[in-house]
């Protein structure tokens, strides 16, 4: 079952990870929470990059490049 239209949702797609169907407001639903989880960064040297709410880049402060 979709988990936000509650429709049925083919067991290979849970399966890899996508517990919502097809529709396209659930996509887009579906893309805002995973996008929740990323900010982007400048990194030195690199440009911009997304990178994990949890990583630890993100929370000390520091740049890769120290």
């Given at each position: ?10 067991p290979?797609?849970i399966?890899?990870?996508?517990a919502?169907?097809?529709?396209s ?5 579906g ?10 960064v400048l990194?030195p ?8 709410v ?5 929370h000390?402060g520091?740049?890769s490049?120290?």
């Amino acid at each position: 079952m979709c988990m936000y239209c509650q429709a049925q949702v083919s067991p290979e797609r849970i399966e890899a990870g996508y517990a919502y169907c097809m529709a396209s407001e659930c996509v887009s639903k579906g893309l805002r929470d995973r996008r929740n989880g990323f900010r982007l960064v400048l990194m030195p040297k690199q440009g911009f990059t997304y990178v994990s709410v949890d990583s630890p880049d993100l929370h000390n402060g520091r740049s890769s490049g120290r």
